[in-house]
């Protein structure tokens, strides 16, 4: 009878040591699972470093752009500056006569007004208002008096918001307040130097750069209704 118990008690011995083998061994091939689990995690990682690093591309290439922008002015044409009918070479504005000033009602904006020009084609213009092209007529006169600036939101950005019949606000350096309609907006090509030409009445023309990199140009147009 001992004899039989103990080799029972073997058996069962030798079953139990067999379960807890098997049981401490993960289904399915834990170590070839854990491998393949590793080598998608690093596959993820490695995606999702590339795209980083193209998004910081993208980024560092538009930001090149901007400031290559705001640094050399308005591209505006390879046509001579002596297309852009300006007023006669020897003509100079009064210096009471210079704009200083200028009120945009729509953008509720007041912009300081400095000197522009154009060289090797293209607008030398202010970073932190708007440029007044000296070479174009004199704000309250006949003629066609040209302002610009750049598309950003310190300066002329919004100016598409501009209607026709809005009215905007030129100060001249004796304190004069020439008052403008609008009665055109609309989009060109950087190469229409047509909107520069004069006019056989007094207006303003504004216009910023616009479109896909400053592809374009967005121009505003007003007849002069008082302060003449």
């Known amino acids: ?5 103990g080799t029972s008690g073997r058996k069962g011995l030798k079953k139990t040591s067999k379960q807890t083998i098997l049981r401490a061994t993960p289904p399915g091939g834990g170590v070839e699972k854990s491998k393949h689990n590793s080598s998608r995690s690093t596959r993820t990682i490695k995606t999702n470093l590339s795209f980083a ?3 910081l591309l993208i980024v560092f290439g538009a930001g090149l752009i901007f400031w290559s922008s705001v640094q050399n002015g308005f591209y505006i044409s390879k ?10 070479p020897d003509q100079t504005v009064e210096v009471n006569s210079k704009p200083v000033k200028i009120y945009i009602a729509r953008l509720a904006k007041t ?6 020009f154009i060289e090797n084609n293209r607008w030398k213009v202010s970073t932190t208002g708007v440029s007044y092209l000296t070479t174009s007529g004199e704000v309250g006169k006949v003629g066609n008096a ?5 598309n950003t939101q310190g300066v002329l950005g919004g100016l598409w918001k501009v209607q026709n019949g809005d009215f905007i606000e030129v100060t001249d350096a004796s304190s004069k307040v020439y008052k403008y309609e609008i009665f055109e907006r609309k989009e060109v090509k950087p190469n229409a130097v047509e909107i520069l030409t004069q006019t056989d009445d007094a207006r303003l023309t504004i216009y910023t750069c616009s479109g896909f990199l400053d592809s374009a140009r967005f121009v505003v ?7 003449i």
Request: charged share 15%.
């Open 146 to 150: 040209v302002i610009y600036g750049h």
């Open 111 to 116: 912009l300081d007004i400095s000197e522009g």
């Open 1 to 5: 009878m001992a004899s039989n118990k």
């Open 53 to 55: 690093f193209a998004i």
């Open 221 to 227: 147009v007003g007849r002069l209704v008082s302060g």
């Open 79 to 88: 046509l001579k500056t002596n297309q852009l009918a300006p007023v006669e």
